[in-house]
């Protein structure tokens, strides 16, 4: 029995084992009893300014009223049904208005649970695609730096580091490239022509590589890799599942590119950060490619969750959300003041003194990626703690920036070396304002 006198956060301590934690050194979770707008509160009334919008979810704040009331009233109609052979209208509606933003060539909505089990599912549909078709291609082209997951095939894809080390031998064969630049993109190119008659697909994050050190790059150079993909026949998995709804300043980072891809993945910010929900959309071709008199060529995949009513009623509800003028301002507005920050710290003369921590502006447009230290897409806002600029998650000596921040009431968990800011759309300049002035003081 527990005992009634112990704070939550101890009775945690005592049952609970928390993602990506170091259990030896994990001091207590910092227990949450309420969310609100952009804020957190914990048990002990304290308030934290949620500024990673809770590992890149949270769209329009917390305990959003419109969310709650939607998925409410879905709760009291249907919350769940099996959905093979069997569909529902939120699933239905959801699909219609995913469809009609994304890029026209999407035409087809597969439902899963997180984004792994999205990654996952664009993983079996690439390579069951070319085994429908007779072809033997089982090779996936993917980033050195990238990360798209932690269930088997999501890590395969992923960058090889510490996280994948246990499993290594385990992991499927991936051809991994460096992000392309100027310099490089030609030397890509030819590598991939070496393999490519085995490449069934390319997985990439679009524009920002998330957990891999919020990695930056330009637009320009992805769209001559997906061209040359394409001219390589193979296909192009765009994994929105981070940038998608809003991040990049504009709906998804297909915005920014002129090729489309073949198939997306998207979660996270599906349902506003409410409930779990993983889509994978792709286009009539791929699709076509399982319509087939074979049994074989059927996609044997889902999971007992797919398209589960509630999470579609809170997407509908976050895309309705998202689409109002109001929040198109706010990403406008938080993207500006982004931009304001970055000035100031390039002019800012006291940092980089004796706790060796290097600020620099680093526009996205010149940056060369391991040596960009602030870096800025739409909302997204990061910058690397210490002195070369290589990112690492495992140069974990940054604890002590995030106690601070905590203790400042602001939730900014930096991966290892890198800090950023991934806010909701809701957050107020005042309180953008103070999180700059706290990362300086903190830094200083
Ligand atoms: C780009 C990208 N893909 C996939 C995932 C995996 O999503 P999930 O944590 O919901 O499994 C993440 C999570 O951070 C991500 O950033």
Redesign the pocket.
């Known amino acids: 029995m527990h005992n009634q006198n112990l704070t939550w956060g101890q009775r945690d301590s005592a049952v609970n084992w928390h993602p990506f934690t170091a259990i030896k050194t994990a001091g207590e979770a910092v227990a949450i009893v309420r969310g609100e707008g952009a804020y957190l509160y914990d048990e002990n009334g304290k308030r934290y300014i949620d500024a990673i919008s809770s ?3 949270n769209l329009h704040g917390h305990a959003h009223p419109y969310i709650a009331e939607q998925v409410y009233e879905q709760l009291r109609t249907l919350e769940h049904v099996i959905f093979a052979g069997f569909t529902h209208p939120s699933a239905v509606s959801l699909s219609e208005a995913l469809l009609a933003v994304l890029p026209e060539n999407q035409s087809r909505v597969f439902y899963s649970d ?6 996952e599912v664009a993983l079996k549909m690439s390579l069951q695609y070319a085994y429908n078709r007779g072809e033997k291609k089982t090779k996936v082209l993917a980033f050195r730096q ?6 088997f095939g ?1 890590m395969a894809v992923s960058g090889r580091s510490g996280w994948t080390e246990p499993f290594a031998e385990l992991l499927f064969d991936v051809i991994h490239v460096d992000l392309p630049t100027a310099v490089n993109l030609a030397e890509i190119q030819a590598f991939i022509d070496q393999h490519a008659d085995q490449i069934a697909c390319f997985i990439y ?1 679009p524009l920002v ?3 891999g050190g919020m990695l930056i790059y330009e637009a320009e150079h992805l769209d001559a890799l997906m061209r040359h993909c394409r001219s390589k026949h193979i296909l192009l998995v765009q ?5 998608g709804f809003g991040r990049t300043g504009r709906m998804f980072a297909a915005d920014h590119l002129t090729e489309k891809p073949d198939m997306m ?1 998207l ?2 910010g599906l349902t506003g950060g409410t409930m ?1 929900l ?1 889509v994978t959309t792709c286009t009539d071709a791929v699709y076509q490619a399982f319509s087939t008199d074979n049994v074989y060529g059927t996609l044997f995949h889902g999971h007992s969750f797919t398209a589960n009513p509630l999470a579609c009623r809170a997407a509908l509800a976050s895309m309705e959300l998202l689409k109002s003028e109001e929040t198109q301002a706010s990403i406008a507005r938080i993207c500006r003041q982004h931009e304001a920050f970055r000035a100031r710290i390039a002019t800012h003369a006291t940092i980089n003194t004796d706790r060796q921590c290097v600020i620099r502006q680093c526009v996205v447009r010149q940056c060369v990626v391991r040596q960009c230290v602030v870096r800025q897409c739409g909302t997204i806002l990061a910058m690397n703690l210490g002195g070369d600029g290589e990112s690492s998650y495992f140069r974990n000596q940054y604890q002590h920036v995030f106690e601070a921040l905590l203790q400042k009431g602001i939730l900014l968990r930096p991966l290892g070396n890198v800090l950023y800011l991934v806010p909701p759309y809701c957050i107020s300049n005042e309180d953008l304002e103070s999180i700059y002035d706290s990362i300086i003081e903190v830094l200083e």
Do not use: M
Not at 146 to 151: F, L, P, S, V
Not at 239 to 243: A, L, N, Q
């Open positions: 590992w890149w979810v997180n984004g792994s089990t999205a990654v990238g990360y798209h997951g932690d269930t999501a994050e590589l998330g957990a994994d929105e599942i981070f940038v993945c979660s996270k779990p993983g």
